[in-house]
């Protein structure tokens, strides 16, 4: 059986040397002997500025980095105009950068002849340009041209956008019927690819076959009341703004 030990006390542990009574030496550091060793104090002043300093640099490696909005410009039609106010109001950020695209026509025939005249479109993209600058002046602005066959301006809005690596793309769209657009439909659904494609439906085209989010917008009345967007999975969607 277990022999109950003695009451233990660290009191009575006691070394072979014995202890000095003087008072142990002051830890605090001096001037003369502490810091000659090459360590340096710092007040809660410097260590304020390296808290600055290390958020600045946070916040420097943390820029939001920005996307591509392109806005088909369609000669400078009322439709892209509509497309590129509400672009600007709803869907461009301080960092995006705004590409205008126009689409020049080219002859069926594929030599160039009939061409129209760049230089029209180059006014047309600088009058939106200058609306851009007015509304959103933070935001850059790219002017771009595309060549399109005939009137086939679909295809050729949908593959500037995928080589521009655009995020979204916005096209102004023009009113239809119901009867348009259920024969829109039944056309989207059994031609895979760009042929046949009519100006009227250029819209429902990059919709339906732009690699990015592509929206067509239009809006609702001359009078205002908001905006109708059109995606993928939606049809005129009411947007009041």
């Given amino acids: 059986m277990a022999r109950p030990l003695s009451s233990f006390c660290l ?7 014995t202890a000095s009574t003087a008072a142990p030496p002051s830890i605090c550091a001096n001037k003369e002997t502490s810091f000659d060793d090459g360590i340096e104090s710092k007040s809660p002043k410097d260590d304020k500025q390296e808290d600055e300093e290390a958020n600045k640099k946070a916040g420097a490696e943390a820029v939001v980095v920005g ?13 892209a105009r509509t497309a590129l106010q509400w672009a600007l109001s ?5 960092c995006d950068t705004v590409v205008l695209l126009d689409v020049i026509r080219v002859g069926s025939g594929g030599n160039g002849k009939n061409r129209r005249d760049p230089r029209g479109s180059s006014q ?6 200058s609306i851009c600058q007015a509304k959103r002046p933070e935001v850059r602005v790219e002017l771009s041209l595309a060549e399109g066959g005939g009137k086939d301006r679909g295809p050729a809005i949908v593959e500037a956008a995928r080589k521009q690596g655009v995020s979204l793309l916005v096209v102004g769209q023009k009113k239809r019927s119901s ?3 259920r024969l829109l ?3 989207i659904a059994g031609v895979k690819g760009g042929a046949g494609c009519t100006s009227a439906s250029a819209a429902d085209y990059c919709v339906q076959h732009a690699a990015c989010m592509a929206l067509a917008v239009r809006r609702k009345s001359r009078r205002g009341g908001g905006y109708l967007i059109t995606t993928r999975r939606q049809r005129d969607f009411w947007l009041l703004a």
Wanted: aromatic letters at 6%.
């Fill in 179 to 181: 009867v348009t657009w």
């Fill in 11 to 17: 009191h009575r542990i006691r070394s072979g040397v």
């Fill in 185 to 187: 439909s039944m056309w």
């Fill in 124 to 129: 047309h993209l600088e009058a939106m340009r």
């Fill in 90 to 94: 709803h869907a461009v950020r301080p």
């Fill in 67 to 79: 996307r591509k909005v392109m806005v088909a410009a369609d000669g400078g039609s009322e439709e």
